[in-house]
């Protein structure tokens, strides 16, 4: 039986990570962790490259632009949608999740999910860094894991 694993080694990995404005005040946290994990695998900040967009539904068009550059190896989208009371939150939810998943599978490069949708601002403020973590630091090991389970089946 072959078996084959990604690893979490970030030197060399020329990452982009789209951020989104729209709840900046969560997103800086996700973009945080993210940098933090970055380094901790091994990655140089020189190549680590962060963009700003207005808010998650402008997150997909940006991932795709920079995965389909021959100089990114993968793209970690942050973003905070939280429950308002309108169906707006089911509609950014659900549209940028799956733009970041037709992105990914355009690119054949790992475009990960970071984008939280939470019904509170309490729930977004523990994944971003309190009680459940940082989905940010947890996006990077995702996109960093899968690019190496890529190079390895290739």
Known sequence: MKEIKGNLNAKGVKLVL????????????LLE????????????????????VPGALEIPLVAKKYAEQSDV??????????????????????????????????????????ILTTDTIEQATERAGTKAGNKGADAVMAAVETLGAIAKGS
Not at 18 to 29: A, C, D, G, L, M
Not at 34 to 52: F, K
Not at 81 to 99: K, L
């Open 33 to 52: 962790g993210s940098q933090d994990m970055y380094q901790r695998l091994g990655g140089d900040p020189a190549d680590l490259t962060v963009v700003w």
């Open 73 to 114: 190896d993968a793209v970690v989208a942050l973003g905070c949608v939280i429950r308002g009371a309108t169906y707006h939150f089911d509609v950014v939810a659900g549209q940028s999740a799956s733009g970041l998943m037709k992105a990914s599978l355009d690119t054949g490069k790992p475009i990960v999910n970071g």
């Open 18 to 29: 789209v951020v989104s404005r729209f709840n900046e005040f969560i997103t800086k946290q």
